[in-house]
């Protein structure tokens, strides 16, 4: 590291701030090549600071000072300081008023924090700390302010003119130019404002509240896109009927809008009543998007909603208690989406994602708790443990609650809460208090890293007719804590009898056992036979369960449990073991072969009548190569790859006749877009795929898939033939890929998707291809879409090819993550996470990724982000 320093933030250095803000007024006067902010704050001094001196320390970086006045008299620069931070003064009383007039470029920022520019219309993105690139201010959040807003324009580029709350006013300028002024009277603290300016259209739509109070819903996105969203706008309308039904909650402004930008760092930002969205998540027609960009868009549209309660109206105290709005918001959408589509699929998807990239972060470097104790760049904790993890803790919650006493805790959080800025104490508090239940255990959720084991032994006594389950906890150690103590866990469990149906062992079939020791053993009585035990229903708990079932019980689990969720899991686990067989032989230098009674199982499966056709398709999915590797020792890529396109392969070839007819059984000639439908067309696809995995696929099924590439109307089903031709060798692959492009290239949505297919192919030459494809006119290292679905896909999806032994791959990705150093540093920071389980690798991967680590954080000028992720890793 090179010329700059990143210090460390600590949790327990937290401080009441010294002074609290009354009231802001902003007016923004955007200009062609730069533009001016007055903000007029009023201050005063906080009771609850105690003596702590009258030094005002506002945070500001790369801003212009052009002047500042101290109750209306400017001040001589001798009477405040200003560096690369921020500026200070000493204040002249308990309460005063500062001007401040700040010049920024917004052209010339490709952070895409603060004010810039997409597509060239005016947006902000001021989470975490962004506000303070556009004025000085106390930039923290526990700041809460109401906000006034006026923004000056030229009608010709900015007919639209938005920011937070209600438009108060608004008038005609002198030189083709006019204002907007805006009124948000929630109080709220800095991360969550926001204006937009330029040239957009709308869709209009209303919403009458419970209580009968009528909102004005508008969509705002650039002209070419108007007719792309509907559907975010009927996910807006369900999310806020939902939150109404299941949690009472209304919402409080008359308008709410959302603006969809081509140029975001995340997915979508809960700014009050004016969200913005990354376009991915809000733009949707059948021809242009995915099922799965549907289900996207309608659970981020949900999410930022569900935030105006959860995160606007009770915000976070301070960073570190980020996970009190996101866990909470993410564990809502989360049941939205349940709500609105199959709810054991949902789960499946959500455990997906946690075990797939959150229990990778918590067995590597940048392990750290749900509420971390320390951070050097805040950016890099919007993490799967913050969001995924910290999800799952609040639905330990939900399950050890029940659902009413979960009400009940929401009710009293906002009841003692609304309009102040907590912690997850007050939180976990008012779970407990409302329902007089001691989680005090519980808390070490938040502050304990790393994912528990857990592991199970089983007894059955046939002459006493018992049964009895011993279980014993631990916790690898992580980062700064080399030791942890017991976490209460919830473990949901059901007995199967010999036929397959629960064994009534409570009121209910399944039962939630309390595990709070080290050790415990719970034991059943009045079991006649020795049932199968259905383990961990619903993924109760995040954690690891060491496989103690035999092939035979996964496949009785598979064909039997009453729990939908656990029926999966059973196929995932049955997956997992054949396919780690398979690579055993393969190290071993044999040749693999495919077990009998697994193809017997799949083959049931398919022939089982279920009747969610989504839930089959996840059953019929095999675990991916990121997630098989995370649960390696040592990784070993090329073998890891083979062993499970050898399973692939062997299950297609011997079930051939079984997945045509599954193909034809489940194509729709009619499109629609039910949660059925979305079923069938999920579980075609899969089909499709394994047929074209067989070795030399019959002329019949390829040209099914080339066929299906041609006619079909909706973008999932084009898109899932492009993919498997992508990946293929057939000498049609590059016509139709150039194809795709023509049809599309004006589309960066579905350009996006044309990147990814190409960056995740498993052919030998996909490296060369990629850096092909950086020089293509489509691709630009400024727009995070487009780095995220080339060098993201291919880095972090794209197992054995990153990985190859020549090393290329890691270079190729420290020179992206150089280059963004310098345009995007929180994109680049986020590139790093395939180089942080280098440590996971044989001796000479370890050995080229490290050196690339070296070679980053050796670069001049390294941000804090990417700084701390490399530095955290070596
Ligand atoms: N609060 C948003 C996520 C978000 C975070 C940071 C951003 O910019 C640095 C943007 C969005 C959410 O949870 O949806
Ligand atoms: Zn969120």
């Known amino acids: 590291m090179k010329n700059v320093e990143h210090p460390t933030i600590y949790r327990k250095d937290y401080r009441v701030p010294p002074f609290i803000v009354e009231s802001i007024s902003l007016i923004f006067q955007l200009q062609d090549d730069h533009t001016d902010v007055f903000a007029t704050t009023r201050f005063r001094k906080n009771p609850d600071a105690g003596e702590e001196g009258d030094q005002l320390f506002l945070n500001g970086e790369d801003l212009e000072l052009l002047w500042i006045r101290c109750n209306s008299d400017e001040l001589a620069a001798n009477m405040y300081q200003v560096n690369e931070k921020g500026l200070s003064l000493t204040a002249p009383g308990d309460s005063f008023t500062l001007e401040i007039a700040t010049r ?64 108060v ?42 209580s009968g109070r009528n909102i004005c819903l508008r969509i705002y996105v650039e002209e070419r896109n108007i007719t792309k969203c509907d559907h975010a706008m009927l996910s807006l309308k369900k999310a806020m009927r939902w939150d109404e039904e299941v949690y009472g909650l209304e919402y409080d402004l008359d308008i709410f809008m959302i603006v969809a930008v081509d140029d975001f760092n995340m997915g979508a930002m809960e700014n009050k009543g004016l969200n913005v969205f990354n376009s991915k998540y809000v733009l949707a027609l059948p021809e242009t998007a995915t099922d799965n960009d549907y289900l996207g868009i309608e659970g981020v549209v949900a999410h930022e909603y569900f935030h105006n309660w959860t995160g606007n109206r009770v915000t976070c105290r301070d960073w570190f208690q980020l996970s009190l709005k996101e866990g909470l918001t993410v564990f809502r959408d989360q049941e939205f989406s349940a709500d609105m589509n199959s709810r054991p699929v949902q789960r499946i998807d959500d455990v997906r994602i946690l075990r797939t990239g959150q229990f990778r972060e918590d067995s590597g470097p940048m392990a750290h708790p749900v509420r971390p104790d320390s951070y050097v760049e805040i950016n890099n904790f919007y993490t799967s443990t913050v969001y995924n993890k910290g999800a799952e803790v609040i639905r330990m919650m939900h399950t050890l609650l029940g659902a009413e006493g979960f009400r009940k805790g929401m009710d009293l959080y906002f009841a003692r809460h609304d309009g102040q800025a907590v912690t997850c104490d007050d939180f976990v508090a008012s779970m407990a208090d409302a329902n007089d239940y001691d989680l005090d255990q519980f808390t070490r959720w938040y502050s304990q890293s790393g994912t528990p084991v857990i592991e199970v032994s089983e007894h059955f006594d046939s002459e006493k007719e018992e049964y009895s389950l011993n279980l014993k906890q631990s916790c690898p150690p992580t980062p700064g804590q080399p030791e942890k103590k017991p976490f209460h866990l919830p473990v949901a469990i059901g007995l199967l009898d010999q036929d397959g149906k629960d064994i009534r062992i409570t009121d209910d079939d399944t039962l939630v056992l309390e595990l709070k020791e080290a050790e415990e053993t719970f034991v059943f009585y009045g079991i006649e036979q020795k049932p199968v035990v259905s383990f961990l229903r619903n993924f109760s708990a995040p954690v690891r369960v060491k496989p103690f079932q035999s092939q035979e019980e996964l496949a009785f689990l598979m064909a039997h449990d009453s729990d939908l969720y656990n029926r999966c899991e059973a196929a995932f686990q049955l997956a997992e073991q054949v396919i780690f067989a398979a690579l055993e032989a393969l190290q071993a230098g044999g040749q693999p072969v495919l077990d009998d009674q697994y193809l017997t199982a799949v083959s049931a499966n398919i022939s089982g009548g279920q009747n969610d056709k989504a839930l089959l398709g996840q059953a019929l999915q095999l675990p991916s190569e990121t997630y098989l590797a995370g649960q390696m020792t040592v990784i070993d890529p090329d073998n890891l790859h083979a062993a499970r ?12 006749d079984k997945f045509t007819a599954l193909y034809l059984e489940n194509d729709e000639a009619e499109y629609q877009l039910t949660p059925e439908a979305m079923g069938k067309r999920s579980l075609k696809n899969i089909a499709l795929d394994y047929l074209m995995a067989i070795d030399a ?71 060369d291809e990629v ?38 791959g890691y270079a190729f990705l420290a020179d992206r993550i150089i280059e963004l150093n310098t345009i995007n540093p929180q994109i680049g920071a986020r590139m790093v996470s395939p180089f942080t389980t280098w440590k996971k690798y044989d001796g000479e991967r370890q050995h080229m990724m490290r050196d690339q680590l070296e070679r980053i954080v050796n670069t001049e000028n390294l941000s804090g982000d990417i700084f701390e992720i490399v530095k955290k890793s070596l």
């Open 104 to 167: 920024i470029r917004p052209d010339a920022n490709t952070l895409l924090e603060g004010l810039y520019r997409s597509n060239g219309n005016y947006c902000t993105q001021c989470e975490a700390e962004g506000f303070r690139k556009i004025t000085y201010y106390i930039d923290r959040p526990d700041i809460l302010a109401p906000f006034t807003t006026r923004i000056e324009g030229n009608k010709s580029n900015c007919p639209v003119m938005l920011s937070n709350g209600n438009k």
């Open 169 to 210: 006013d608004e008038g005609e300028l002198e030189d083709g130019r006019h204002y907007a002024v805006w009124h948000d009277p929630f109080p709220k603290p800095s991360y969550l404002f926001a204006l937009v300016a330029g040239d957009l259209r709308y869709i209009e739509d209303f919403f009458t509240t419970k």
């Open 645 to 656: 396109n050898f399973v692939k392969r062997e299950l297609a070839g011997r079930l051939i």
């Open 697 to 767: 696929p019959p002329q019949e099924i390829i040209d099914r898939c080339l066929a299906q590439y041609e006619t079909a109307k909706n973008m999932t089903d084009v898109v899932s033939a492009l993919q498997i031709i992508a990946n293929s060798e057939l000498d049609v692959r590059e016509e139709i890929l150039g194809d795709f492009y023509e049809l599309w290239r004006n589309d960066p949505l579905v350009m996006d998707k044309w990147l990814i297919i190409q960056a995740t192919s498993k052919r030998q030459d996909t490296l």
């Open 771 to 808: 850096k092909r494809l950086m020089s293509h006119p489509v691709f630009s290292m400024k727009n995070p879409n487009k780095v995220r679905s080339l060098v993201g896909a291919f880095c972090a999806m794209n197992h054995v090819r990153f990985h190859d032994h020549k090393g290329l």
